[in-house]
């Protein structure tokens, strides 16, 4: 199942979610399953944050590598 909604797709609907408090309508114009909309409204963390634990580089590094590439 691919996931047809963006990271800034989930932001937004959280945020016209919190205004109107009304989640499934919101979830279902947005095109986000309602339980990964309610889930990041009570402080669930995007995928990409949740799990930099288990990352090879850190973010500093990775940054640092990036840099170093483009030189």
Same mark, same amino acid.
């Given at each position: 199942?691919?996931?047809? +909604? ?6 937004k609907?959280?945020?016209?979610? *919190?205004?109107? /408090? ?15 909309? +309610? /889930? /990041? ?5 995007? /995928? ?5 634990? +288990?990352q090879?580089?850190?973010?500093? *590094?990775?940054?640092h ?7």
């Amino acid at each position: 199942m691919a996931i047809s +909604y963006t990271e800034e797709d989930l932001r937004k609907a959280c945020a016209e979610a *919190q205004q109107t /408090r009304q989640l499934r309508p919101v979830a279902q114009r947005w095109a986000i399953p309602p339980t990964t909309l +309610y /889930r /990041r409204l009570n402080g669930a963390l995007p /995928r990409s944050v949740a799990h930099q634990d +288990y990352q090879r580089l850190s973010i500093t *590094q990775e940054d640092h590598l990036a840099n170093w590439i483009r030189i």
